[in-house]
Structure formats: C-alpha cells, structure tokens
C-alpha cells in the first residue's frame, strides 16, 4: 500500500518536472482532470504487481485476478468519491482527494489480498484479468493523447484536455 501511495503521489508531479516530456506523460499526470488522477493508482500498482510477480506469484492463488480486481477498485473509487463529494460541495477539496487517493488504495489492496488469500479460482479468470489490465493500460496510453472530451478527461483549472497542449 505505502508502496503505491507513495509512488502515486510523485508522479503527480513528475511530468512537471520532467519538462512536460510526452513519455513520462504517459505515466504521470499531465493535468488536474480525475482521469489523470486515476493514472496515479494504476502505473505504480503495475509497477508493484511487477515486484510481487517475481515474490509471489508461486506462492499465492488467483495472482492475476488479486491484482486486476485491486487496481480496477482503486481506480474506480477515485472517480466514485470525486463526484460524490463534489456534487455536495460543488467544490474539489484538496484533503479529500489526498484521502480518497490513500482509502482507494488501501481498499484495493484488502481486496487484492483477500482474492490472492481465496481458493484457487478458474484459470481463464487469471487469462481475463491479464486481458483487461492490458486494456486499461493500453486506454490510459491512449486517452493520455487522445482523450474523450467528456468531463472525466477535462481539466477543471485549465479546461483543456490530454497532453496535447502541454507538449513543448
């Protein structure tokens, strides 16, 4: 969980500091839209995944589904908490999203960990959970460059949207 957090908060500044350089776009947040946000959970959960492959994979049940259903929760609860409370306060908090970013992915880790925990479940749901992690990262790629204008994908300070007017 530190692990993630703690990651998830530096890359909100790392395409900043990189210059605006597109590729550490990809994995950073190029703006304050809560799209850009939930790239925040999902790389260093990746990344964390990665680590705990090469440790756990042998030694758990359901790898794959454990960390698919983690991340998909963390990067749904982002979005779910930032609309609940803004709908009430018509304003983003900026305490609120530091705690809702830390109690997404605390709860998304309990629910990685109790399915890593759970009887071995089908293997064509470990092939699935591959599948659609593969997705989600290949959209946040693409929706990096290419973002719908809708207003997930809409920075609320500069009203624009992606990486594209960001670039140099």
Do not use: C
């Amino acid at each position: 969980m530190i692990f993630i957090i703690f990651f998830g908060s530096i890359l909100h500044f790392t395409f900043e500091w990189s210059g605006n350089h597109a590729i550490v776009g990809i994995f950073s947040a190029v703006n304050e839209s809560v799209w850009e946000h939930m790239k925040l959970g999902f790389w260093p959960a990746i990344l964390y995944l990665i680590i705990e492959y090469l440790i756990l994979f042998k030694k758990t049940n359901n790898f794959f589904l454990a960390k698919t259903a983690g991340i998909y929760t963390t990067i749904l609860i982002i979005p779910l908490i930032f609309y609940s409370y803004t709908a009430f306060t018509g304003e983003d908090i900026f305490v609120i999203d530091i705690l809702s970013f830390v109690l997404a992915v605390i709860i998304g880790q309990l629910i990685s960990y109790k399915l890593l925990t759970f009887r071995k479940l089908s293997k064509n749901l470990q092939i699935i959970s591959i599948i659609s992690l593969a997705i989600l990262g290949f959209a946040f790629i693409i929706f990096t460059f290419y973002p719908p204008q809708i207003p997930l994908f809409q920075d609320p300070i500069s009203g624009e949207y992606g990486i594209i007017n960001h670039l140099h």
